[in-house]
């Protein structure tokens, strides 16, 4: 006879037991990870204080408690006082041999969205590889002879004609900038996978950050501190997070904001793939920010190259970030209101068969 228990906890979605008077009876470890709260804590507590459905679902619930029917209900908010709400899809339904007993499932849209992210994000950096290749022969002399006369004509103007050339000169080497960054994007080598202390790269980007970009923030830390050892490329996810936390900087009042760094283990978390097999991502790291959230006309298309929510932006840093996690066959996702926007990233740890990539 199949373990029940076993079946509990293997459920790749969030689910929890409501018993006759709504209080959570039980909640499985993906429950856990979605609302960022321990099992012990959460058990006994009011359901409908602790999950935030934004759709008038209670009566219909206490409907189907009564009349023993399922109840499903797609594309609602869902979340909770500890993280923003995602669009999900909601499954009620009465247990079996346990009078007023219900048992509810969440999806949340990302969940579907991770067999193919992988895809896209591969398909998207092989699109800006051709163009950073085009644009990089094609561009960059003709703007250095630009550049160049620009200058020489700057030695016998006035004044008021030296503003012509200086906008010239300046406005060159910002388009010479951008297409450096995309030649960046297009040569980043494959990772060299090894174990990695994912609390050492954190360290180094947020002292990283204090010192540049970041100065005028204040970033706090909420380590695991039992977390284990990653299989990645240091160096690479150093990248990947110090442009998350450039970016949250970016996006701060000038006075500066709050950004919060926090890991944690979920032993439940899989990435799903296309062909029906799956890879644990337990290691997950956030990015925490208070400012101001994504702009709503581009938050579906975040990684995409090229997609930038600042005017004089690139699009190409979370861009690189989402190749990055791609190649680590990792998982990215955002979620963002105005006061808290998350970047989590979801990790493998080290395999116990691994063997380091030769040099």
């Given at each position: 006879m199949m373990d029940s228990a076993a079946l509990w906890a293997s459920l790749p979605v969030p689910a929890f037991l409501i018993d006759a008077w709504d209080k959570i009876a039980d909640v499985n470890a993906a429950g856990e990870g979605f609302l960022n709260t321990s099992r012990?804590?959460?058990?006994?507590?009011?359901?409908?204080?602790?999950?935030?459905?934004?759709?008038?679902?209670?009566d219909a619930f206490a409907r189907a408690r009564v009349q023993g029917t399922p109840l499903f209900v797609n594309d609602i908010d869902v979340g909770s006082g500890s993280r923003a709400p995602l669009q999900c899809g909601v499954q009620i339904a009465s247990l079996q041999?346990?009078?007023?007993?219900?048992?509810?499932?969440?999806?949340?849209r990302e969940l579907a969205g991770r067999m193919t992210q992988t895809h896209s994000a591969k398909s998207a950096a092989a699109s800006a590889i051709g163009m950073a290749e085009m644009l990089a022969h094609e561009i960059k002399n003709p703007l250095a002879g630009i550049t160049g006369a620009a200058q020489l004509l700057s030695m016998g103007l006035g004044p008021e004609d030296l503003e012509l050339t200086d906008?010239?000169?300046?406005?060159?080497?910002?388009?010479?900038?951008?297409?450096?960054?995309?030649e960046q994007?297009?040569?980043?080598?494959?990772?060299?996978?090894?174990?990695?202390?994912?609390?050492?790269?954190l360290d180094r980007a947020?002292?990283?950050?204090?010192?540049?970009?970041?100065?005028?923030?204040?970033?706090?830390?909420?380590?695991?501190?039992s977390l284990p050892m990653a299989w990645g490329?240091?160096?690479?996810?150093?990248?990947?997070?110090?442009?998350?936390?450039?970016?949250?900087?970016?996006?701060?009042?000038?006075?500066?904001?709050?950004?919060r760094i926090r890991t944690f283990y979920e032993h439940s978390f899989r990435l799903r793939r296309s062909d029906g097999t799956g890879k644990l991502l337990p290691l997950q790291i956030e990015i925490i920010d208070d400012g101001p959230g994504l702009p709503e006309n581009i938050k579906d298309d975040i990684f995409d190259?090229?997609?930038?929510?600042?005017?004089?932006?690139?699009?190409?840093?979370?861009?690189?970030?989402?190749?990055?996690?791609?190649?680590?066959?990792?998982?990215?996702?955002?979620?963002?209101?105005?006061?808290?926007?998350?970047?989590?990233?979801?990790?493998?740890?080290?395999?116990?068969?691994?063997?380091?990539?030769?040099?």
């Open positions: 012990k804590a959460l058990l006994g507590q009011p359901v409908w204080d602790t999950l935030a459905i934004d759709a008038p679902i209670e041999g346990q009078e007023g007993v219900m048992l509810l499932m969440v999806t949340p906008l010239i000169v300046s406005e060159s080497r910002r388009i010479v900038k951008l297409l450096e960054q995309v994007f297009g040569n980043l080598t494959e990772p060299e996978f090894k174990p990695v202390n994912l609390h050492d790269v947020r002292r990283s950050a204090l010192l540049g970009f970041g100065a005028h923030m204040t970033i706090t830390e909420g380590y695991d501190p490329d240091a160096d690479q996810l150093l990248q990947v997070v110090l442009n998350l936390l450039k970016n949250a900087s970016e996006a701060a009042d000038p006075k500066g904001g709050h950004i190259p090229f997609v930038s929510g600042r005017e004089n932006g690139t699009g190409l840093g979370l861009a690189l970030v989402s190749k990055i996690v791609s190649e680590h066959n990792g998982w990215i996702s955002v979620s963002s209101v105005p006061g808290r926007t998350v970047f989590r990233l979801s990790l493998s740890r080290v395999p116990r068969d691994a063997k380091p990539q030769e040099s």
